[in-house]
């Protein structure tokens, strides 16, 4: 995954600063939305990043997840 990815264009959230919200206790869309400003803007990029959240929660090791929650 590049972490510098856009994933909300309209507020310009990469993909990294999913990752990291999730990492930072976010366990959902909303929260995701409400750390990060993603999906304020036109809303195009609700769908797929409600899919990454719930992706990354269940499979944290292919975000590098782990190491970050264990540090």
Do not use: N, W
Not at 2 to 7: E, G, L, V
Not at 16 to 38: L, P
Not at 49 to 59: F, G, L, P
């Amino acid at each position: 995954m590049k972490r510098d990815k856009i994933a909300c264009h309209c507020r310009r959230v990469s993909y990294g600063d999913i990752v990291d919200a999730v990492a930072a206790g976010a366990k959902t869309f909303d929260e995701v939305s409400k750390r990060t400003g993603c999906s304020t803007g036109c809303g195009k990029c609700k769908d797929f990043i409600t899919h990454m959240v719930e992706d990354i929660q269940r499979y944290p090791e292919d975000y590098d997840l782990l190491a970050k929650t264990k540090a």
